[in-house]
């Protein structure tokens, strides 16, 4: 079992900076596939970026602009939110799998309650 809980989230202008985290607790965070999805009212929860095996993967909407780290002896995954957008607007959720092949999750599904992202034109 893994509990997650996100912090980090705000309000800011277009162009700023922000940086989510993800706590999780367990002995076995190290093995887990780490992601994060967004979701804005209206929309699906989308995927954002991911961790696994030691490949990165990012959605192209936040490709160069978005990176996602992990801290395992904190047992915390980061999402660096850089040149943010209006459109970056949503609840961002931290997600924890067996694993993740680029397209697929399998295994094991573990999500946050989800923090705010609100940018501002």
């Known amino acids: 079992q893994v509990q997650l809980v996100e912090s980090g989230g705000g309000l800011l202008q277009a162009g700023g900076s922000l940086r989510l985290s993800c706590s999780a607790s367990?002995?076995?965070?190290?093995?887990?596939?780490m992601g994060w999805f967004r979701q804005s009212p209206g929309k699906e929860r989308e995927f954002v970026a991911a961790?696994?095996?030691?490949?990165?993967y990012y959605a192209d909407s936040v490709k160069g602009r978005f990176t996602i780290s992990r801290d395992n002896a904190k047992n915390t995954v980061y999402l660096e939110m850089n040149s943010l957008k209006v459109e970056d607007t949503a609840v961002y959720y931290c997600?924890?799998?067996?694993?993740?092949?680029?397209?697929?999750?399998?295994?094991?599904?573990?999500w946050g309650q989800g923090t705010q992202v609100t940018v501002s034109s």
């Open positions: 367990g002995r076995t965070f190290s093995s887990y596939a």
């Open positions: 961790w696994s095996g030691g490949i990165l």
């Open positions: 997600r924890a799998s067996d694993g993740f092949d680029g397209s697929r999750w399998h295994g094991s599904r573990y």
